[in-house]
């Protein structure tokens, strides 16, 4: 890895908190409520090594063979050691065995099957889940039906220790303007507010991207997944 690369990496994430901070600011909220999810899908275990170097605490996959992977490969390397890996892409139930007891936290959990299946695999230690709602009703995207979702929240929470339920995420339609994406993370944060109780506060909002980061902080989101903006497009993909 060269000292080029962490150069540039670490100038992005700089760059990418400067944009949450100031977003943050602009809607009266302190920048400490929002995290930052660096998004390393498909970039290798070095550009993650140079976000970490870079002050990147938390990163997210989409791919589960990809997670073990790469937590694999930076094992051993010190500036790593304290990162936690988020899985945000669509996971299979087979492979829950790769990612439950491995991810901080599970983004897209839209099923009782998936649910059941990671607290069989997490037993007695709680693995933290978000339950991913449909923005606008895209049959190829992950989420849940936003009616659906009070009754999904009753039974994730009959499933006992083996999982806990943090909060929502949504992945809106890929817009053409930032502004596009607000209707649905205004959505999700009025459906949260309406499930939240003081046993469940459903804390956690993840939504946001490197095109719509400072309208999803407007509209309440605790959590942001940016890629583009830190590792560049990526490699063999659309960015």
Known sequence: ????VVKVVAARVAAVRERIARAAQAAGRDPASVELLAVSKLHPPEAVAAACRAG??????????????KIEALADDPACASLAWH????????????????????HAVDSIELAREIAR???????????????????QKTGADPERLPELLAEVAEL????????????PPLPERAEDSRPYFRALRELRDR???PARPLAVLSMGTTVD???????????????????????????
């Open 1 to 4: 890895m060269s000292d080029a």
């Open 56 to 69: 990147v605490g938390q990163v997210g996959e989409n791919y589960a063979q990809e997670m073990v992977a």
């Open 87 to 106: 899985f945000i892409g669509h996971l299979q139930r087979n492979k829950a065995k790769l990612v439950a007891g491995r991810a901080a936290l599970i």
């Open 121 to 139: 695999r997490s037993g007695d230690t709680p693995q933290p889940i978000l339950l991913a709602v449909s923005a606008a009703g895209e049959e």
């Open 160 to 171: 006992g220790p083996g999982v806990e339920c943090r909060g929502l995420m949504t992945m």
């Open 195 to 197: 499930l939240a109780t």
């Open 213 to 239: 980061l400072e309208v999803a902080i407007a509209e309440g989101a605790t959590l942001v997944r940016v890629g583009t903006a830190i590792f560049g497009r990526r490699p063999g993909g659309d960015g």
